[in-house]
């Protein structure tokens, strides 16, 4: 995969979001390990100056309630992220390591 440059960032995004949708439609892999590299994908894509997280978390609830984990609506990943954010973002940080080595959703063809 070539590196990803500021410029081709909405090709990136789209790119995302179809293979996530295809990935989904294909009932092939699990929709939390979906959405998990989706979410990572779009952080390793890192499409605005500021805000990612917030927008990645705001997501995570969003994708995994559309596939029936309604998780949000009785744990609060914000309030987990806080208690925990030294080693939240401490793997963010080692999961990101190299960019484009980190896992992508990949498609079916």
């Known amino acids: 995969m070539e590196q990803a440059r500021p410029y081709r960032t ?5 790119e995302l979001v179809d293979r996530y949708r295809d990935a989904l439609a294909t009932g092939s892999h699990h929709p939390v390990l979906l ?3 989706f979410v990572l994908g779009l952080l390793t894509i890192h499409p605005f100056d ?3 997280g917030r927008v990645v978390r705001a997501l995570t609830n ?3 309630d559309d596939t029936g984990y309604t998780v ?3 744990v609060s990943l914000e309030q987990l992220i806080a ?3 030294d080693s939240y973002y401490q ?3 080692e999961s990101t390591r190299g960019g484009t080595n980190a896992p992508t959703i990949r ?3």
């Open 83 to 85: 208690e925990t954010a």
């Open 35 to 37: 959405t998990g590299l």
């Open 62 to 64: 969003a994708l995994l």
């Open 72 to 74: 949000g609506k009785y």
């Open 50 to 52: 500021d805000g990612n």
């Open 91 to 93: 793997a963010l940080l």
């Open 107 to 109: 498609g079916h063809g």
């Open 10 to 14: 909405e090709y990136y995004t789209a």
